[in-house]
């Protein structure tokens, strides 16, 4: 009797594992390799502010009120169940403090950083790979425009500009939420939030933010537009390049808070 | 001298596409390509247009730009039909700035009456039929005055009618600007009222290459089974 070792579940088990590396080492390539194509278009700039507002204009319209409400949420929600324990046991007085420190270090950048994957990198991503499966980024080669600069371009640099504006304006929207919540649930006065809210804060934290922002920003908007321009095969290959830049956008940002909480905070 | 193709090969995971083909085409002349579905012909065009690399042999041109009309027209649907046409004239690197707002308007108003649809600067992709849709990707590939034309399959998709139109501005652009054209189709109909010569591919080689009377009165098994479109014959499909 003949053994067909390709009909065995470990050897097909195994090829799944060998694809999956496969795909992604290449998708790495390719972002790293479209990253430097990107950052080598900026030499000849030639987006107007007109691409770039309209890019904007799609952070602040249409996601700003859904990530503001993430974020706030989820203030609200820490606030209400640490409030009540910290009065009881005397922490009253530190709950601005920790507030303020989980919302500016941690919590509204990364939420921020959630909400905007799940509505700008989908989005860039279905756009883009949508216009590869059409044959629209052939077309823009064929005219000799290069797509990554035409594309990227205007999206990257929204993306990097308009997310410390996101980031900040939840994070103050969340550690105000956190203050109602402390309110209503443990009759905190909202001086003693607030006063203890400085404790917590340096400017240095703020830097951070920021930091972190700018490279969130950055980060989605790449990995979307790359995954999206990586497409092939028709519908399916939008649904499958969506779903990645989201994946890959949610890992990506994760590493980098890891980077950030060691670098500056340990 | 146009475009001269030597010994072309191309392969796609180890799957040979190109088979070592050549053909010429002359300014001012028109060839088609035809065959199976699958037999390359749109691999042909992405070549000459550098949308893919070849593995080996020569294809040599003339100098200046290759415009390629797309399969489904490709447009820009963002952009609006003015955007669409003066794309390159507005993104390209060398020719960026080089046209005043009115100067692109005139050309894109010529263009656009060269494929018969003036006044439409203003409309978007979506608001467009199929067959303008085309004739707008057209007028946009012909925008940097190109020496070289490619149209993947202009009139798939049309009623007979729009494909006539079609194939008459396929000759009148070929007239106006003296280019070598390379027309991928199916029908017989295009072939007759557009090209010049005709070369059909099977398994990634040339198994006819003549005029398109010669297409229809040879009686090798490939041109029987094609001009009479039968199941029976050499050309198998899988
Ligand atoms: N980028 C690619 N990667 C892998 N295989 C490819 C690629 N492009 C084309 N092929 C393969 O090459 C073969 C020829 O494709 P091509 O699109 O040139 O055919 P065609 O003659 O234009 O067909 P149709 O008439 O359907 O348009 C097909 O079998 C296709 O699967
Ligand atoms: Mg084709």
Known sequence: MK??????????????????????????????????????????FNTTPKDIIEQCSRFAVSSLP????????????????????????????????????????????????FAIISMIGSSLASEIATMKVTEQIDAISVLKVNPVHYLFTPRIIAGTIMMPFVVILASTLGIIGGAIAANITSELPYKAYFDSVWFGLSLKDLYVCILKSISFGFAITLISCCCGLIAKDGAKGVGIATTKAVVWSFVSIVI??????????? | MGIEVKNLKKSFDNKTIIDDISFKVDDGRIL?????????????????????EKDSGEIITSGGD?????????????????????????????????????????????KLELVGLSGIEEKFPSELSGGMQKRVSFARAIVTEPKIILYDEPTAGLDPISSTLIEDYIVRLKNETNAASIVVTHQMSTIRRTSDSV????????VFEGTPDELCLENTDYTKQFVNATIDGPMKMN
């Not at chain 1, 290449?26 to 990107?38: H, V």
């Not at chain 1, 980098?256 to 340990?266: K, P």
């Open chain 1, 3 to 44: 053994i067909y070792y390709q009909n065995t579940y470990t050897y097909k088990f195994l090829k799944l594992i060998a694809h999956q590396v496969k795909d992604f080492l290449s998708t790495l390539g390719d972002i790293i390799i479209y990253g430097l194509e990107f950052l080598k278009g900026l030499k000849h």
């Open chain 2, 199 to 206: 070369l059909m591919l099977y398994n990634g080689k040339v």
């Open chain 2, 66 to 110: 290759v415009a390629m009309v797309f399969q489904y027209s490709a447009l820009f649907d963002s952009l609006n039909v003015f955007d669409n046409i003066s794309f390159a004239l507005q993104e390209r690197k060398d020719l960026r700035n080089k046209y005043t707002r009115k100067e692109l308007e005139k050309i894109v108003a010529e």
């Open chain 1, 66 to 113: 859904i990530t503001l409400t993430i974020v706030c949420m989820t203030s609200i929600i820490i606030s209400m169940q640490v409030a009540e324990e910290m009065v009881k046991h005397g922490g009253g007085n530190f709950i601005g403090m920790l507030m303020a420190i989980l919302t500016v270090r941690e919590e509204g950048a990364i939420m921020s950083g």
């Open chain 2, 32 to 52: 088609s390509i035809v065959g199976f579905s699958g037999s390359g012909k749109s691999t042909v065009l992405k070549l000459i247009s550098g949308l893919l």
């Open chain 1, 256 to 266: 980098i808070d890891l980077i950030f909480a060691t670098a500056f905070f340990y």
